[in-house]
Every structure is written in C-alpha cells, then in structure tokens.
C-alpha cells in the first residue's frame, strides 16, 4: 500500500467546483456516449448506470454535482486520462 501525505502531494482529484473540469468531465463524458456503449468492461459502469448518471446530471442544476455523476459515469481508463491531463503524471520517488 502507498501512503500520500497531503501536505507534501496535493491529493489527485476532481475540483468539482471547477468549471474547466466540469467541462473536460462533460466532453470525456460525451465522447463515450459518441463512441456507443458496449458491454461492460472490467473497470466500467453497466451501460444502463451510465445513462441513468447521465440523465441526473442533464436534470441537476448544481454544475458541481452533475460533473460528479458524469464522473461515476466513465470508465476508470477515461478517468484516469483526465486526472494526468489536468494534474500530470506523478513519478515514484
């Protein structure tokens, strides 16, 4: 098990308050639908989960909350790829 100290690594996760995460969240979200919803992978939601996250999010009005559903919604994969993209790659000490 790897420990993170929060003082010395900022912990890597979603600003939900964010908007230009919300946004990358909302595209990454998107392009999934784009590409067709297959069977479930193994570190993905059922496709049924994903468009009912999808439809709470389309129906919240906190901008906050819906990029979290939208979040729950990818794959781990997709995820993962946001969170370098906004954080980069941590290289082990």
Request: charged share 25%; no cysteine; net charge positive.
């Given at each position: 098990?790897?420990?993170?100290?929060?003082?010395?690594?900022p912990?890597r996760?979603?600003?939900?308050?964010?908007?230009?995460?919300?946004?990358?969240i909302?595209?990454?979200?998107?392009?999934?639908?784009?590409?067709?919803?297959?069977?479930?992978?193994?570190?993905a939601?059922?496709?049924e989960?994903?468009?009912?996250?999808?439809?709470?999010?389309?129906?919240?009005?906190?901008?906050?909350?819906?990029?979290?559903?939208?979040?729950?919604?990818l794959p781990?994969?997709?995820?993962?790829?946001?969170?370098?993209?906004?954080?980069?790659?941590?290289?082990a000490?």
């Amino acid at each position: 098990m790897t420990r993170q100290f929060v003082a010395e690594h900022p912990a890597r996760s979603p600003q939900w308050f964010d908007a230009a995460h919300q946004a990358d969240i909302r595209a990454a979200y998107e392009r999934l639908l784009d590409g067709g919803l297959t069977d479930r992978g193994a570190f993905a939601p059922r496709p049924e989960r994903v468009l009912e996250l999808g439809q709470l999010a389309a129906a919240s009005e906190l901008p906050a909350r819906a990029a979290l559903l939208r979040w729950g919604a990818l794959p781990a994969g997709v995820r993962a790829e946001l969170l370098h993209s906004w954080y980069g790659v941590r290289l082990a000490a």
